[in-house]
């Protein structure tokens, strides 16, 4: 059943505190690559904590998230797709600089049809919250299927929410400039 709890310090504990650290890890070593000044990090909260406060942060919440499955594996999914979609750039921002691939990236975001942009973005919310939805919709309320399912909504919606507050941030700074 989805809210059933596991007893601190058990192996479903432990088990799920070592899948939370690491995926917790991964998107913490593939933001570090990508924008080790956080220059590039779109979410405001981890901005504004850093790095030590983040990960004191991200600590308690692996070390609290462990004693429900259901979070903890949303947590986890959501976490490695994070990790995952940075690593995907994490190369050219890393090549280029946290500056240099700002300014280009913005350069490209000025150039490109906001139409095809919307579309683009929009069609990766669809796809992703529609797979977790099918998850969540066939998971019997099996614990798994079911927080994979939620976890990939929960990307979606970050995605979704991230990317339009980086957008919107650009759009008003360069409305600023001219």
Not at 92 to 97: E, N, P
Not at 148 to 171: D, E
Request: net charge positive.
């Amino acid at each position: 059943m989805a809210g059933v709890s596991v007893p601190f310090g058990s192996d479903a504990y432990w088990m799920l505190l070592v899948l939370l650290v690491l995926a917790r890890g991964a998107d913490f070593l593939s933001t570090w690559i990508a924008t080790p000044n956080l220059v590039l990090e779109a979410n405001p909260v981890a901005r504004f904590l850093g790095w030590r406060g983040g990960f004191i942060v991200n600590l308690a919440v692996c070390w609290v998230c462990a004693l429900w499955p259901l979070p903890a594996i949303m947590l986890v999914t959501t976490s490695c797709l994070v990790a995952t979609r940075n690593f995907q750039s994490a190369w050219i921002m890393k090549t280029l600089g946290e500056t240099q691939y700002r300014a280009w990236f913005s350069a490209q975001l000025f150039q490109a049809s906001k139409g095809l942009f919307i579309a683009c973005t929009a069609a990766q919310v669809v796809l992703m919250s529609g797979l977790g939805a099918l998850l969540v919709l066939f998971s019997e309320q099996q614990v798994v299927p079911l927080a994979v399912g939620l976890g990939m909504i929960t990307f979606a919606v970050a995605v979704l929410f991230f990317t339009t507050l980086s957008v919107w941030r650009r759009f008003t700074s360069r409305a600023h400039l001219d």
